[in-house]
């Protein structure tokens, strides 16, 4: 199952939980609201990543991976609105 989720394959079934947290992140996305989610599990951040992804739900990531120059600019970049956000 983590190998298909983290694929992202159209025919991988979510279950109900990622369902309803996509859900959720549509209604706020499509409002311009920002959500922060948090997990202990860097692999699980991966899977809802992609998973959220494939929604075309825009995602900004913070984690232990990435260094401080990185994290100053996932920063900025989450504290300007998302119209004005350069990918």
Not at 1 to 11: F, I, P, Q, Y
Not at 25 to 31: F, N, Q, R
Not at 33 to 61: F, P
């Amino acid at each position: 199952m983590l190998e298909a989720w983290s694929r992202s394959d159209d025919d991988t079934e979510d279950s109900t939980k990622i369902v309803a947290l996509v859900k959720y992140l549509t209604v706020w996305d499509s409002t311009g609201d920002k959500t922060i989610c948090y997990l202990q599990w860097t692999s699980m951040l991966n899977l809802i990543e992609a998973v959220v992804s494939r929604h075309g739900i825009r995602t900004l990531k913070f984690d232990g991976t990435i260094n401080r120059g990185e994290r100053e600019e996932v920063l900025s970049a989450f504290r300007q609105p998302w119209g004005q956000r350069l990918y």
